[in-house]
């Protein structure tokens, strides 16, 4: 992650511009304030946290923009006009860098675009890391369109650069969670999901992928007689996750042990040398989706704001299917600003609330169109207008 430290931050030249780069204004929350920055048609908050004897500049992880390099120079402004004393740089301000990434899009586009694939088949890789699994597939299926998911940036950039290379036009990138580009997708609209080597997280297994709710997401927008695909060097997950799918009405399921691939990963081929056992599990969806639409908007009433400062405060909410979580409050003359985690306990939302005299509003990105979200959204109007 692009950061810088300084021994101080002039906040006293805020607002200001410097080349194309806006720092519009800043809010502050204890130790630690966001500055609402503008760059190339994006928005996004930089974040700067006030240690003992520095301050530690990063971007904000909820509002970052996909194309890291934006960010990259956005911190590079930001350090040579309003940083004093740089202790520690960790930038890349090369303007060729701010070009979008091929093939790079973000959740708008993608389902604008796949609108438009309806006659298509239509694959999905989880995690794909280097990226040889998910090339290998675009190579193989000239017809389908392969969409890749990774949060994990320079293995983006890298599959990016490897695919124009080749001259892949088939694909898609995405840098998002996995869990919420399910929840965006509409019933029977994908072929294969691939979900190989994904993380055991055996001390954590809240933070696995596969979950009760996954395999749900993965049954409705599976077609029927599409394919899930997991393949792990880990027993335990495989057990875990056959165990989850078992659970799946009609549920249909492969087992298989070092089965013979006609690719494989870097970390692959080092486990087999190490004679490392290999598992894979398929399932194969049995059933058509019908799934009722989801009604309700993310909007709230006129505020009084001056009620609103006067009772808010960080807080916790947990319903039997969502939760809200009132983390930060940020202030500056005009605005509040709610740092919040909300929705569902197995892929909830980080957003931004802004708050002033005329309005309340989702700032930068708005929530999915979730169930969990809606009655999350939903709590906070009750939560900010005093209705509990």
Known sequence: ???????????????CKVGECEFAWFARSG????????????EFFIQVKKRKDDYLVKGDKTTRPANIFVLQKALCEFRDFLAWDLIFSALNSHEKSLEKIDF??????????????????????????????????????????VVGIEIYKPSILQVSNLAKASNLNNIILLNLDA?????????NCIDKIFLHFPIPWHKSKNRRVVSDEFALEVQRVLKKGGLFELRSDDKDYTDFSTSVFLNLDLANLQIYKNRF????????????????DIFDMIFTNSIHSN????????????PNFDQICSNLAPITHKGDDFFIHIQRIYKNEANLILKIAFGSFYKPEHIFVLINKNEIKYFIKTPLKTQPNLKAHQKLKELLFCKI
Not at 31 to 42: A, F, G, H, W
Not at 261 to 276: A, F, G, M, P, T
């Open 261 to 276: 691939l006609e690719v494989s990963s870097k970390y692959e081929d080092r486990w087999v040398r190490q004679n490392k």
């Open 1 to 15: 992650m692009p950061n810088f430290i300084a021994k101080d931050i002039k906040f006293a030249n805020l607002p």
């Open 104 to 145: 790079l899009l973000d959740e708008d586009e993608f389902i604008s675009n796949l609108a438009n694939l309806k006659n298509k088949e239509i694959f999905l890789e989880i995690g794909f890391g280097s990226g040889r699994h998910l090339l290998y597939q675009a190579k193989s299926n000239p017809n389908a369109i």
């Open 291 to 302: 799934s009722s639409k989801i009604s309700g908007e993310f909007v709230f009433d006129k």
């Open 179 to 187: 869990r919420k580009i399910l929840s965006l997708l509409q019933d």
């Open 31 to 42: 130790d630690e304030s966001l500055i609402y920055t503008k760059l190339k048609d994006n």
